[in-house]
């Protein structure tokens, strides 16, 4: 080894410890962190919420999850441009933003009630095998016809006013672009927005699965769903609500992330929010909605302190956020197989 290799590996030890020992001695940049990881675990939790509902209730796997959160970026995107969401204002954005957000929950929604009772519906009393099977076709098929639109489109050339393969910051009213200091804590101007909705979920969800009627067949149908037919409940019916809303869930999520800086909008897309997503929902517990929140805000946590880490060069590999991610993945399985709430039997209508 030479004097200044020597030298260099010297002084760059003592910066990686002095950059770690400074985030958990600055409340400011710890808080920091804290909150990119509740803006992140929000965004995670919008993404798996959807298919860990399917789950639980009508133990499908849902390949196409992913596809949907797509296509909900897609058209948002696609929304968003067209109306100049980012010249409105502050409060004229956020309130277009909400409602084309809710358009895209309502169309795809009903995109998955089509895809439950046309297809998805005719394989209940067959082995799982049929339904991943059915769920990975209707994913591919989903990607290659975006694929065939936005290649027919020139979409992602670079051609258009916005550039599709980069995130489209212009979009974004400027009041919420870059980052904005409180008390000394640097927050970044979509974190509290995502935040919001984060909570919101978890609020709606909760009270669709406890406040309403819809809700006590759910929860009926994945304690025992023989009994629940048994009491007059239309499984057939509640499994397609429910299929409805989780879909509908995942077209939201795609137009947050279709806003986010951190995500492309591409046809890949689909496998890069799925994968995560699966974790998150194997983690918490398959079919458990309180073990998707905890698991989304043990994955958005990792996830901000690795990208703290690439940030301040303690770590210069850059995919360390999707390494942790799977390493809690293969440690729960080791660890606790059923996930951290998951239930013997729970999700079990075979």
Do not use: C
């Not at 970044?188 to 909570?199: C, D, E, R, Y």
């Not at 819809?214 to 397609?240: C, H, K, P, Q, S």
């Not at 409805?244 to 929010?273: E, H, K, Q, T």
């Not at 974790?279 to 309180?290: E, M, N, R, T």
């Amino acid at each position: 080894m030479t004097g200044v290799a020597a030298v260099d590996l010297l002084t760059a030890v003592p910066l990686s410890v002095g950059e770690i020992a400074e985030l958990f001695t600055s409340p400011t940049e710890l808080a920091s962190v804290f909150i990119e990881g509740l803006a992140k675990a929000s965004l995670y939790l919008m993404v798996a919420s959807g298919l860990t509902l399917i789950f639980g209730l009508m133990d499908v796997i849902n390949f196409a999850h992913g596809s949907f959160a797509m296509y909900g970026a897609y058209i948002g995107g696609t929304a968003v441009l067209t109306l100049g969401v980012g010249s409105m204002g502050l409060v004229g954005s956020v309130a277009t933003f909400l409602g084309i957000m809710v358009g895209v929950f309502v169309l795809l929604g009903l995109l998955g009630v089509v895809f439950e009772v046309a297809l998805i519906r005719r394989l209940y009393e067959y082995p799982p095998i049929y339904m991943i099977l059915l769920t990975f076709g209707i994913s591919i098929t989903m990607e290659e016809f975006m694929r065939m639109l936005i290649d027919y489109y020139d979409v992602n050339s670079g051609r258009e006013a916005v550039d599709w393969a980069v995130p489209r910051q212009e979009t974004v009213p400027e009041a919420l672009q870059g980052t904005f200091d409180v008390a000394g804590v640097s927050i970044g101007g979509l974190h509290p927005f995502q935040i919001l909705l984060g909570v919101l979920t978890v609020a709606g969800i909760w009270y669709f699965l406890n406040e309403t009627r819809y809700g006590l067949f759910v929860r009926a149908g994945v304690e025992d769903d023989e009994m629940a037919r048994a009491l007059g409940i239309n499984i057939n019916r509640t499994f397609t609500v429910v299929f409805a809303i989780g879909s509908g869930l995942a077209g939201a999520a795609g137009v947050m992330l279709m806003w986010s800086p951190l995500w492309r909008v591409n046809v890949p897309l689909a496998l890069g929010v799925l994968l995560p997503a699966f974790v998150i929902v194997i983690v918490g517990g398959l079919g458990s909605f309180k073990g998707t929140v905890v698991a989304s805000l043990l994955v958005g946590m990792l996830d901000a302190l690795a990208t703290w880490a690439f940030r301040v060069e303690v770590i210069t590999f850059t995919d360390i956020d999707q390494l942790l991610i799977f390493a809690i993945l293969v440690v729960m399985l080791i660890l606790q197989p059923r996930g951290l709430f998951g239930v013997e039997g729970q999700g079990d209508h075979g």
